[in-house]
């Protein structure tokens, strides 16, 4: 797959540099990604704490997974706004929601006009007892196979969805004949399911966030065999020197958000295009 590496100044309108703590830099207006008919983006976002992946199409649809850790709101709501999200049509809480805040949670269901949550049965639970009932939004639980159109040509469906410690719901969006695959379980029977499901060649493959000491095995990671590896490696948490080196071994180009900052990969009906946004502590 060849991968087109953009000038940064052509998707945003002025220079800039973004802030680790406090968002970004009010040098920036926004992000236009000029999407055409048969294209998509999915952003990583360089989040203090915690993880969210952005999922936007041409029809100005806007699905988020995870929310970003305690703490993070305002800065996931500057990404937001520099790529231009008003309103949400899907949210997807793929873990445990150990690292949840409901106020945080109502409060970007009322901003951003959250359509349906999507996430795992034991967390369906906990949200029915902690969000705000007024709220008009619906809240659907998944099981393992389960399976959304989400934007024009893009499915999303859950390859394993588990309730033990290190297990959550683990996603495969495919566009076209791109695959990439969300992973937020980590236990050895979640790896034992998904090595029967078709993950093979993944274009892009998120590893999960986790602040313990953590691995994935060598057969996982060559049958998955990504492109492209993003790692939301926690503040503070080195990179994973296991898991690195088997990425590097199957020629991985592998993109920490701590390191790159957002990562924005663009996709078109056979190609894709990788648009990093560094981020810097202070100013």
Known sequence: MKILLMILSLFI?????????????????????????????????ALSKGEATLIQGPNSENILVNVGGKGAKAELASWLSLYNVKELSALFLTNDGQD???????QLITEYNIKEIITTPELSEQL???????????????????????LPGMTVEAQFVGNEENEGMDLLLNFFQHNIFLMTSFTQRAEQ???????????VFKILNNNKEVSLSDQLITYINPQISILFSPKGYGPYADILHELHGIWSE????????TITIKFTESNYEVITIPVVAGE
């Open 193 to 203: 399911t998904l090595l029967k499901k078709n993950l093979k060649d993944v274009n």
């Open 13 to 45: 309108s002025s220079t800039f540099i973004a802030k680790a703590e406090t968002a970004i830099s009010s040098k920036i207006e926004h992000i236009d990604l000029k999407m055409k008919e048969h294209e998509a983006a999915v952003t990583f976002l």
């Open 254 to 261: 592998v993109y920490f958000t701590k390191k790159h900052g």
């Open 100 to 106: 949840l805040s409901y106020n945080t949670l109502n």
């Open 128 to 150: 029915a007892k902690n969000i705000d009932q007024s709220l008009p939004t619906s809240m659907v639980t998944w099981v393992e196979g389960a399976k959304k159109e989400i």
